[in-house]
């Protein structure tokens, strides 16, 4: 079993829409979480930490859920700008582990 | 300004042939990380260095050699390259807080295609 599983989608939502990525991680002992983005042939950039109080940051919400060993990014108001990968990243023990991906096309 | 850099940005070699790919960060971060993210983008750990000691060493064959001649660099070289190391190489730098608290941030990539 893969140590972070995501959908890859793809997800085409239109502009404005609202769209929401999950992710599980197999190891209950994980210690944090963060959702990366890569753009198309560019190198992943940290979007947010994920606490487990949940967070927000403007238009990007992320959950965690340790019971259920789940991370969700949810997206408001998509742009245009946000059409990427977005990569689910766990860490254990200053291993990170990152997941597949899921592709997000953001259409006019 | 680059806090990330790698050398070179793309590779491209015949198979058998030794190759090097180098990195440097300048944010004064004490570890260091190979990945490499091959054509179903799927991005997996090689090697992790701390303060120029190396912590993690997943299943990769010898022929790749991690080199940390100080915490601000780690280089990798390739020996006899076989088809199947075509993919993107990423180092990364992160503080590697105690309780995992760190992020990582990524080089541009090396682009590596073995023909």
């Known amino acids: 079993r893969k140590e972070v599983e995501q959908d890859p989608g793809p997800f085409n939502v239109p502009e404005g829409a609202t769209v929401a990525f999950n992710c599980t991680y197999s190891n209950s002992a994980s210690q944090s979480f963060f959702w990366y983005r890569q753009d198309c042939r560019k190198e992943p950039k940290l979007l947010m930490s994920?606490?487990?109080s949940g967070n927000e940051d403007g238009r990007f919400t992320a959950q965690l859920n340790r019971a259920s060993q789940y991370i969700s990014l949810l997206i408001r108001d998509s742009k245009l700008s946000d059409s990427a990968t977005y990569l689910c990243?766990?860490?254990?023990?200053?291993?990170?582990?990152f997941g597949s991906g899921t592709k997000l096309n953001v259409k006019p | 300004d680059t806090a990330v850099s790698q050398t070179p940005k793309y590779l491209v070699t015949q198979m058998g042939n030794d190759k090097s790919i180098k990195c440097e960060q300048n944010l004064g971060h004490d570890t260091m990380y190979w990945y490499k993210q091959d054509s179903k983008k799927f991005l997996k750990i090689m090697f992790s260095?701390?303060?120029?000691?190396?912590?993690i060493n997943e299943t990769v064959p010898n022929r790749f050699s991690p080199k940390s001649p100080d915490k601000a660099h780690l280089n990798l070289h390739i020996n006899s390259l076989e088809l199947g190391d075509s993919a993107v190489y990423f180092c990364?730098?992160?503080?590697?807080?105690?309780?995992?608290?760190?992020?990582?941030?990524f080089g541009p990539g090396t682009r590596l295609t073995v023909l």
């Open positions: 990364a730098s992160s503080t590697a807080e105690r309780g995992g608290l760190d992020t990582q941030y």
């Open positions: 260095y701390n303060n120029k000691e190396l912590i």
């Open positions: 990243v766990v860490n254990n023990f200053n291993k990170f582990y």
């Open positions: 994920v606490y487990s």
